[in-house]
T-cell receptor, first 110, second 114 residues
Framework: GENVEQHPSTLSVQEGDSAVIKCTYSDSASNYFPWYKQELGKRPQLIIDIRSNVGEKKDQRIAVTLNKTAKHFSLHITETQPEDSAVYFCAASGTYKYIFGTGTRLKVLA | EAGVAQSPRYKIIEKRQSVAFWCNPISGHATLYWYQQILGQGPKLLIQFQNNGVVDDSQLPKDRFSAERLKGVDSTLKIQPAKLEDSAVYLC????????????FGPGTRLTVL
């Protein structure tokens, strides 16, 4: 069945450094790729998304890139801050189904 | 605009008991999702409604889980009887249209089965 692989499962970076999280999807019909941030005990919050007709999208310190040929997309966070510490989930969505990745726990060390 | 509402926020029950969760989506959102999120994992879709019809319930354990959205707005998810492995956070989400569309999540219900 369809799945989304996400790497790494944990990531520690120094404050001010960049963080990159990668996801690979299997369903070639997927055409919408959101990223969610989930702080401990809270709901997932959408931070950025990209559709398949776009290769890259940026919003301040956050950017997402998509390679449809290779079926992978990545989240890039620049100038990381302690408040960026959270679990990040990617997802891939096709005709009607969302499939989430397994999550990346990001720790930004002050 | 008001977000997705869920209740209760926390529930502790013993195995073999039954439990029900309630969700009120964002006004005007036609699509409603129920997810199960086990600690340390990503959300897993249990059931998706488009208005009051089921779009996908392929991962819903139908022998013990049921869900309904009778008037195309609020929804309830029920577990009967509960098992230990049902301990998880149950998240409700809604979107304006069908996938692919941005989903907005509720705060979740944390279920502990003893």
């Amino acid at each position: 069945g369809e799945n989304v692989e996400q790497h790494p499962s944990t990531l520690s970076v120094q404050e001010g450094d960049s963080a990159v999280i990668k996801c690979t999807y299997s369903d070639s019909a997927s055409n919408y790729f959101p990223w969610y941030k989930q702080e401990l005990g809270k709901r997932p919050q959408l931070i950025i998304d990209i559709r398949s007709n776009v290769g890259e999208k940026k919003d301040q310190r956050i950017a997402v890139t998509l390679n449809k040929t290779a079926k992978h997309f990545s989240l890039h966070i620049t100038e990381t801050q302690p408040e960026d510490s959270a679990v990040y989930f990617c997802a891939a969505s096709g005709t009607y189904k969302y499939i989430f990745g397994t999550g990346t726990r990001l720790k930004v060390l002050a | 605009e008001a977000g997705v509402a869920q209740s209760p926020r926390y529930k502790i029950i013993e195995k073999r008991q039954s439990v029900a969760f309630w969700c009120n989506p964002i006004s005007g959102h036609a699509t409603l999702y129920w997810y199960q999120q086990i600690l340390g994992q990503g959300p897993k879709l249990l059931i998706q409604f488009q208005n009051n019809g089921v779009v996908d319930d392929s991962q819903l354990p139908k022998d013990r889980f049921s869900a309904e959205r009778l008037k195309g707005v609020d929804s309830t998810l029920k577990i009967q009887p509960a098992k230990l492995e049902d301990s998880a956070v149950y998240l409700c989400a809604s979107s304006f249209g069908q996938s692919p569309d941005t989903q907005y999540f509720g705060p979740g219900t944390r279920l502990t089965v003893l």
